[in-house]
């Protein structure tokens, strides 16, 4: 059965801290997606990034990377110099969907609540 | 803003009753999806329909149901409605098949309270 595990409920940093939110993920399937998603205060869900399981290159968007390793079956995501705007709460998801396929339903963590303090 | 829109934001209503939460999904999607956000379960998915069609169900009550109408806009109705309904409902939509993308594009939810 598809699960996401986020095992940090919260997390407190100082403004300009580094900070890595854990995601473990367990599937079946060889071939799945994984997210990770913003909820800010304001509630709605912002995307930030898709990575397949073919995939295992880290990727890096300016202060935000993302290190996905199968073996571990990990995904995490670390914001570096973080800021106050970043205080929310971080989801990650996976997805057995495939390319064309029938459905993208996700299955999320329980997320992680990251407050920023100044 | 992503495009998928949702209504009404906020709604509050009485234990046993009724109410619709509707959703728009973005331009071109024919896909329509329904999660449940609550304290205690987390981010449920409930049910997806692909152009018309349901094609995918979750955790959804029998006291719930959903439909996606032929302009593509979707409901999702909750009835004999209990505390414990009280929860974020978000409606996401994606693009399906040749052009899937992989992304969900969220709405701002309808907060539900039951009092």
């Known amino acids: 059965a598809q699960k996401v595990t986020q095992a940090q409920t919260e997390i407190s940093v100082v403004e300009k801290e580094d900070v890595t939110l854990d995601c473990v993920y367990e599937t079946r399937d060889t071939t799945y997606y994984l997210f990770w998603y913003k909820q800010p205060p304001s509630g709605e869900l912002v995307f930030l990034i898709r990575r397949n399981s073919f995939d295992e290159q880290n990727e890096i968007s300016g202060r935000y990377s993302w290190n996905f390793q199968k073996s571990t079956s990990s995904f995490n995501f670390t914001i570096t110099a973080s800021q106050v705007v970043d205080s929310a709460v971080y989801f990650c998801a996976l997805s057995e969907a495939e390319y064309g396929g029938a459905t993208n339903k996700l299955i999320f963590g329980t997320g992680t609540l990251l407050a920023v303090q100044p | 803003d992503s495009g998928v829109t949702q209504t009404p934001k906020h709604l509050i209503t009485a234990t046993g009753q009724r109410v619709t939460l509707r959703c728009s999904p973005r331009s071109g999607d024919l896909s329509v999806y329904w999660y449940q956000q609550s304290l205690d379960q987390g981010l449920q998915f409930l049910i997806q329909?692909?152009?018309?069609?349901?094609?995918a169900k979750g955790n959804i009550l029998e006291r719930f149901s959903a439909q996606q109408f032929p302009d593509l806009h979707s409901e999702l109705n909750l009835s004999s409605l209990e505390l414990g309904d009280s929860a974020l409902y978000f409606c996401?939509?994606?693009?399906?098949?040749?052009?899937?993308?992989?992304?969900?594009?969220f709405g701002e939810g309808s907060r539900l309270t039951v009092l």
């Open positions: 996401a939509s994606s693009v399906e098949g040749t052009r899937w993308t992989g992304e969900l594009f």
């Open positions: 329909y692909y152009n018309g069609e349901e094609r």
